[in-house]
């Protein structure tokens, strides 16, 4: 619903600029860079709602009481980019961070049992030969109660052909010692939901001191929970040279499953690190390469019909 007042009371206005404010803190981008530089955004929607820059100005200043037509507009904007979507009335009525704050604890839970199951993995080897390397997942479903609730998840990594990928079981290779045997390193771990990102803390089953951090956009669990794939950032130190890449994740249940050994050339393409990719000194995967990923996933299924 859109608001159809004529002019915002000096409450609504405030509200305005608190929400105008969060929805790009939310998006990690300045109005700027979406409005003067959107090639170094592509992941942002919707930019043909945004009113002008000089008016995306004025909006950051708290004296400015901007008209309907603009309100409308910047919701517009922020549907296009943010789940769940809202009203004219509520960006003008109700503060969006304490809502996220509420609704986030509503939807821990179930954020994190959308993304469970078991995943293969494809990343870009470190070696100076390159390539692409499989692993597999298995985020478990919720277990325990009360407080005390956990999800856990188990990481096995290393694989150079598609035929150990397919076979390895879990829970038959659960002692470390016969995966390393053939070259497998195992990791075990817990899923933490953060307010915008489900994150995947492991620890070398082997040896401890080799950790990774894995993270997921909420929203980006959500279309996996739909699309089977998804993209990861992955954090790796302790036992070799600290390192940030890419995991392309895909459900094991998927029909057809990119194989390591036919589809390097398009994997490479797909996981590589780009420019766009270095933001503020983090790495984040771009909404663009996350579509893409997708539908090179969906790509596959159809050509196997």
């Known amino acids: 619903m859109a608001v159809n007042k004529s002019e915002l009371t000096s409450a609504q206005n405030d509200i305005f600029h608190e929400n105008y404010q969060y929805m790009w803190e939310k998006l990690s981008v300045t109005y700027y860079q979406v409005s003067q530089t959107p090639e170094k955004c592509p992941e942002i929607h919707g930019r043909e709602y945004l009113p002008s820059y000089a008016y995306l100005c004025r909006c950051m200043k708290h004296d400015y009481i901007p008209t309907v037509s603009t309100v409308n507009k910047i919701v517009d904007f922020y549907n296009a980019n943010i789940l769940p979507r809202v009203s004219g009335y509520q960006f003008v009525n109700e503060r969006l961070r304490l809502q996220d704050v509420m609704r986030h604890r509503a939807d821990e839970s179930r954020s994190a049992e959308r993304i469970a199951g078991t995943y293969r993995g494809y990343y870009l080897s470190p070696t100076e030969e390159g390539g692409v390397c499989g692993s597999l997942m298995y985020i478990q479903s919720e277990s325990?109660?009360?407080?005390?609730?956990?999800?856990?998840?188990?990481?096995?990594?290393?694989?150079?052909?598609?035929?150990?990928?397919?076979?390895?079981?879990?829970?038959?290779?659960?002692?470390?010692?016969?995966?390393?045997?053939?070259?497998?390193?195992?990791?075990?771990?817990?899923?933490?939901?953060?307010?915008?990102?489900?994150?995947?803390?492991?620890?070398?089953?082997?040896?401890?001191?080799?950790?990774?951090?894995?993270?997921?956009?909420?929203?980006?669990?959500?279309?996996?929970?739909?699309?089977?794939?998804?993209?990861?950032?992955?954090?790796?130190?302790?036992?070799?040279?600290?390192?940030?890449?890419?995991?392309?994740?895909?459900?094991?249940?998927?029909?057809?499953?990119?194989?390591?050994?036919?589809?390097?050339?398009?994997?490479?393409?797909?996981l590589k690190i780009r420019a766009e990719n270095i933001q503020s000194g983090s790495l984040r995967v771009s909404g663009l390469q996350e579509q893409k990923w997708r539908a090179y996933i969906k790509r596959l299924s159809r050509k196997a019909k």
């Open 144 to 270: 325990g109660s009360g407080e005390a609730k956990t999800r856990c998840v188990y990481y096995a990594d290393g694989f150079s052909g598609d035929r150990l990928l397919e076979e390895f079981d879990f829970a038959r290779e659960a002692d470390s010692a016969a995966a390393q045997q053939s070259g497998i390193k195992l990791y075990a771990g817990e899923v933490q939901v953060g307010e915008n990102t489900i994150f995947m803390l492991l620890q070398s089953v082997s040896n401890p001191a080799e950790k990774m951090c894995m993270s997921i956009d909420v929203l980006r669990a959500e279309q996996a929970d739909r699309e089977n794939a998804v993209l990861a950032t992955v954090m790796q130190a302790g036992g070799a040279p600290a390192r940030a890449f890419f995991l392309g994740m895909v459900r094991r249940e998927q029909k057809v499953l990119p194989s390591i050994e036919k589809n390097q050339k398009e994997i490479v393409r797909l």
